[in-house]
Antibody, heavy 120, light 106 residues
C-alpha cells in the first residue's frame, strides 16, 4: 500500500524560503518509472502542479515557478523535498505530494496535504 | 502553455447522469485524467487515461475523449459524488490541471 505524508511549517513570512518534506512508503525510487510530484491548491482556487522528480533524478518544474523551486529526493530516507524561495502571500495554499502512476502521467495516490500560510 | 477549460458548475438530479467536460487544443490526442476533490480531503483519482478506473472507483464513473472535448460521466449520481472535479493532462513535460467543475447533486 502506497502512502505519502507532507510535513513542514504552517506559517512562513514573506520573502522567506519554504521547505516541505514528503515521506512515503510502499514504493521505492530504486524502481524504474517511479516519480513523485508536488501540487498545491490555494484557498478557493484550482489545483496547480509545481514540480516532479523521477527515479533517475530528472526534475520537472512548472514553467511559471521554475526559478523559485527545487525538488530533490533522498532515496535512503524515502523522502522528497521541495523548496520554494521568496514566498509571497499568494503562495498560501495546501501543498500535496503525490505518486505518479508508473506507466502514465496521472497521480494515483496523494498525501493528506499540508496547509501553508504566508503572512507577516 | 497548454490550457484546459472546464465549466464552473454542473448540477444533476439524484439518480441521474452527470457529464463534466474538459476542453483543450487537440485534447483528443492526449491522455486525460480526472480527480474528485472534496473539502478538507486530498484529491482522488477517479479516471485515468481517458476511461480507466482505479481500484475502488465505482463503475458509475466513466470517461471518454474525442475531438475537442474529454468527458467525465457519472451515472446514477449520488450525494456522495458532490465535489469539485478536475481534469488533467501531460503536455510537453508539464502537468496541467483544469480549473475544476463543482458538481452539485440535487
Amino acid at each position: 500500500q502506497i502512502t505519502l505524508k507532507e510535513s513542514g511549517p504552517t506559517l512562513v513570512k514573506p520573502t522567506q524560503t519554504l521547505t516541505l518534506t514528503c515521506t512515503f512508503s510502499g514504493f521505492s525510487f530504486s524502481a524504474s518509472g517511479v516519480a513523485v510530484a508536488w501540487i498545491r491548491q490555494p484557498p478557493g482556487k484550482a489545483l496547480e502542479w509545481l514540480a516532479l522528480i523521477f527515479w533517475d533524478g530528472a526534475e520537472r518544474y512548472n514553467p511559471s515557478l521554475t526559478n523559485r523551486l527545487t525538488i530533490i529526493k533522498d532515496a535512503s530516507k524515502d523522502q522528497v523535498v521541495l523548496t520554494m524561495t521568496n514566498l509571497d502571500p499568494v503562495d498560501t495554499a495546501t501543498y500535496y505530494c503525490a505518486h505518479r502512476i508508473n506507466t502514465d502521467d496521472a497521480f494515483d495516490v496523494w498525501g493528506q496535504g499540508t496547509m501553508v500560510a504566508v503572512s507577516s | 502553455s497548454y490550457e484546459l477549460t472546464q465549466p464552473l458548475s454542473v448540477s444533476v438530479a439524484l439518480g441521474q447522469t452527470a457529464r463534466i467536460t474538459c476542453g483543450g487544443n487537440n485534447i483528443g490526442t492526449k491522455n486525460v485524467h480526472w480527480y474528485q476533490k472534496k473539502p478538507g480531503q486530498a484529491p482522488v483519482l477517479v479516471i485515468y487515461t481517458q476511461s480507466n478506473r482505479p481500484s475502488g472507483i465505482p463503475e458509475r464513473f466513466s470517461g471518454s475523449n474525442s475531438g475537442k472535448t474529454a468527458t467525465l460521466t457519472i451515472s446514477r449520481a449520488q450525494g456522495g459524488d458532490e465535489g469539485v472535479y478536475y481534469c488533467q493532462v501531460w503536455d510537453n513535460s508539464v502537468w496541467v490541471f483544469g480549473g475544476g467543475t463543482n458538481l452539485t447533486v440535487l
